[in-house]
Each structure stands twice: as C-alpha cells, then as structure tokens.
C-alpha cells in the first residue's frame, strides 16, 4: 500500500492502514527519540505520546512535504514537551556566566559509529543534550532553541558550547 493510500486509512480510523504508517515510521522516530532521551524507556514514552499526537492531529497533515518530516517534527516537540514539564535547564548558565570552553577536536568523531556517537549523545546531561540535539542535528537556530526550551540565547549558546566539550572529552577517552 502507498503512503497517501496508508494516510487515508489512517484518517478514515482503519486499523490496519495505522499499524502500517507505524511500523513504517517508528524504527527512524525512535532514533529521534533516543537522541533526546536518558534511556530507552524514556524514549518509548516520547514514541508513543508522540505517535499519540501524530495519530491524533493526521487531519492537519497538508501534504505540502514529506509526511516523515512532519511526524519527526511532531517527535522532537513531544520529546521537549516532556523535558519542559521535568525543567531539564533549570541548572543550565547563561554563556556570560559560563567558563571558557576550549576548541573541540573533530578528529575524534571521525573514527565513532553512528551508534557509538549516539550512546555519547545519550550519556550528556540532559540540558546539553536536548541543545546539541536541537542545534547540531535537528537544525534550529539558538534563538529558534531558546523559545522552545524558554531560556535566553545566551544560555542556548552556553549549553551547546559545553555540550561540545563534554563529548569531546568523552569520545577522547573512550578512543584511547
């Protein structure tokens, strides 16, 4: 069955067509999730109240681009969602009460897997995790960050600043 085929099931309640715009989507939003997520508990909670509100909001789907964009958009802002309720950056330092950070070595992600580098991403703290993941991969701005998580630019800056050195030393002594 073709997706458009899949989303009109869906819309129209059929089960079937909504295991299938499941299963064909869960395997990459889970990776989504994971990245914002302590565990992988955590990351089946942000799954499935994500899949939630895909389910739920599928009529406002417009076909206008990829309906894999519009669910990993969906994924990231259930996953922030819950971190807000938990106030993830309530320890976080503004950039201008922040030590220097020094220069992050790219050298040292070359030689990780992709599920290496996500077990790292995984192990940050929270706060620098949610940034990183936010500015490195989903793309945001640090202003664009720092409306979502309600914290100043300058905090944003900050915990991706430290989010770089945290991995950085990590991945340093994870390859020796």
């Known amino acids: 069955m073709e997706m458009n085929e899949i989303i009109r099931g869906c819309l129209d309640g059929n089960r079937k067509a909504q295991k299938q715009f ?5 395997h990459r939003m889970m990776g989504v999730c994971l990245r914002y997520a302590d565990d992988i508990e955590m990351a089946e909670d942000f799954l499935q109240e994500g899949f939630i509100k895909v389910f739920t909001n599928l009529k406002n789907f417009r076909s206008e681009g990829a309906i894999e964009g519009w669910v990993r958009r969906i994924m990231v802002n259930t996953a922030l969602e819950i971190l807000r309720k938990n106030d993830v950056l309530k320890y976080s330092v503004d950039i201008e009460a922040a030590k220097a950070v020094g220069d992050v070595n790219p050298d040292a992600f070359q030689r990780l897997t992709t599920a290496e580098l996500l077990k790292h991403i995984q192990a940050l703290p929270v706060g620098f995790r949610t940034v990183f ?16 998580l309600n914290i ?8 991706y600043a430290r989010a770089k050195v945290w991995l950085q030393k990590r991945i340093e002594e994870f390859n020796l």
């Open 133 to 148: 993941n936010l500015f490195a991969i989903e793309g945001y701005t640090h202003r664009e960050i720092a409306e979502l």
């Open 152 to 159: 100043s630019v300058g905090t944003s800056k900050s915990q």
């Open 22 to 26: 499941y299963e064909h989507l869960a």
